[in-house]
Nanobody
Framework: EVQLVESGGGLVQAGGSLRLSCEAS????????IGWFRQAPGKEREGVSL????????HYADSVKGRFTISSDNAKNTVYLQMNSLKPEDTAVYYC????????????????WGQGTQVTVSS
């Protein structure tokens, strides 16, 4: 059974940090890119960051560059999103997803999705 399980969300003050985890199972982790997306209330889901587990290439949305860092531990089948200097506008449900063949934030290319973890940044 394929599973992507996010964890690490919570409530933090502006300027604080959180580290999200995305633990994968049921598929060949190294063959996939893992993306982080987020959806704020009343807004469309947007791509935040992604990592290619086969070569380590990474990509970030402009809104998080310099503040968020994505990394992967292939031995643990887990991708992390370190979020620093958090802002209230980072408040959203954060999802991770796995993409076998694509590279980017096109949601229709992603094969598997997690259930999401809530991140709330207070001002």
């Amino acid at each position: 059974e394929v599973q992507l399980v996010e964890s690490g969300g919570g409530l933090v003050q502006a300027g604080g940090s959180l580290r999200l985890s995305c633990e994968a199972s049921g598929f060949t982790f190294d063959d996939y890119a893992i993306g982080w997306f987020r959806q704020a209330p009343g807004k469309e889901r947007e791509g935040v960051s992604l990592i290619n587990n086969s070569d380590g290439d990474t990509h970030y949305a402009d809104s998080v560059k310099g503040r968020f860092t994505i990394s992967s531990d292939n031995a643990k089948n887990t991708v992390y999103l370190q979020m620093n200097s958090l802002k209230p506008e980072d408040t959203a449900v954060y999802y991770c997803a796995a993409d076998r063949y694509g590279w980017g934030f096109r949601e229709y290319e992603y094969d598997y999705w997690g259930q999401g973890t809530q991140v709330t940044v207070s001002s």
